[in-house]
């Protein structure tokens, strides 16, 4: 059963909470009784979260480390509102345990992230990193490139991401190819994009770009042997997750030559240390996890989040249950 929403406390942790849009503290404010902010300016750990969570009903959740340990200490919460469509880093388990109802905001950053993908497919094909450096060091050098052009781009995920890419990438006039362990063949027929295996994928790509969840069928699949079945001299792309790839591998593809470069939107550690070793190769390109760091893809996630949390503190259902509960009294 719902109650008084002004009795209400919510935590926000995101840091792009309302950055683009002021109106989403306000709506927010004025629904509730309190709101506590974020007071770093990163995610969140367990132990941080341990003291913050007593006394919240809500949660909107950025890439907080939600774990056990943490909801062990959340005496009312009811929703964990994530920001974003990962749930990774939530203890699934924990909150159905507790009776807390979780969520997402599925496809509000599709695009940001799609553009993002091709910016860093752009990016490798053309050098442009290396040709800003260079140029600003006072050279003038002449680097050669490769066209999207006829070349074959290969998407491991056909979801919403996957799919966004896809019709980007067409307007380029490349082949697409797609994997995906459940495949929509209604929209690779309407992309005109071949579902296939990955042994069929991987030697015919030109590019290779990551768009699967983290589950434990997926974690590290990009490992030496993925890696070797690759398309000599393609270039793997990841604005997923960090932990879809075997780092340690795939820093020996690169030195081996095998793989010509990487473009990483993301890392197994985030952020990664400076000791990382990818990070000191010219032919991997590193961005810090920015996929979803639009104007457009901030305010679609920040207002599903918050219509998410709103409604289960109603006692409605929820927009987007990953894990959806009835809610005590």
Same mark, same amino acid.
């Given at each position: ?6 009795s209400?406390?919510?935590l926000?942790?995101p840091t ?7 109106r ?5 404010e ?11 300016a ?9 003291d ?26 009811k ?5 974003g469509?990962g ?20 496809n509000?950053?599709?695009?940001a ?12 094909a ?11 060091a006072?050279e @003038? ?7 999207l052009?006829g ?19 067409k ?26 295996d990955?042994?069929?994928? /991987?030697?015919?790509?030109?590019f ?5 969840p983290?589950?434990?069928?997926t974690r590290?699949m990009?490992?030496a ?5 690759m398309?000599?001299?393609s ?9 879809l790839?075997?780092?340690a ?7 081996a030559g095998?793989?010509?470069?990487a473009?990483l ?10 000791d990382?070793?990818?990070?000191? /190769? ?7 996890h920015?996929?979803a760091?639009?104007d ?6 920040? @207002?599903?989040?918050?219509e998410?949390c ?13 894990i ?6």
């Open positions: 059963m719902a109650g008084d929403l002004k209400m406390r919510v926000v942790t792009s909470y309302a950055k683009h849009d002021p989403l503290k306000q709506v927010l004025e629904s509730v009784g309190e709101v506590v902010y974020n007071p770093t990163r995610p969140l750990t367990s132990p941080e979260l341990r913050l969570l007593p006394g919240c009903d809500g949660f909107i959740a950025g890439l907080d480390t939600i774990d056990a340990s943490a909801l062990d200490a959340a005496d009312r919460l929703v964990i509102a994530r920001y469509v749930v990774e880093r939530v203890d699934l388990e924990a909150a159905k345990t507790k009776g807390i109802c979780v969520t997402n905001t599925p509000a950053n599709s695009n992230v799609a553009e993002l993908t091709l910016g860093l497919m752009l990016a490798l053309r050098q442009i990193p290396t040709a800003v450096t260079t140029t600003r006072g @003038w050098r002449r680097l050669s490139g490769i066209s052009e070349k074959t781009v290969g998407l491991i995920g056909f979801g919403n991401i996957g799919r966004a890419v896809a019709r980007r990438v307007a380029f006039d490349c082949a697409v190819l797609a994997y995906d362990p459940y495949p929509n063949t209604a929209a690779a027929t309407a992309l005109g994009v071949q579902l296939t990955l042994d069929e994928l /991987l030697p015919a790509a030109d290779v770009s990551l768009h699967l983290v589950v434990p069928e590290g990009v490992d042997a993925f890696l070797a079945k398309k000599r001299d270039y793997l792309i990841n604005t997923a997750r960090g932990d790839i075997d780092e591998a795939l820093l020996a593809a690169l030195n095998h793989v010509a470069g473009a939107d993301c890392f197994t550690v985030e952020p990664p240390g400076a990382n070793a990818l990070l000191h /190769l010219p032919q991997v390109i590193a961005t810090p920015a996929g760091h639009t457009g893809a901030t305010n679609a996630m920040g @207002w599903g989040a918050l998410n709103l409604a289960v503190l109603r006692g409605e259902p929820a927009l987007n249950p990953v959806a509960c009835e809610q005590s009294s």
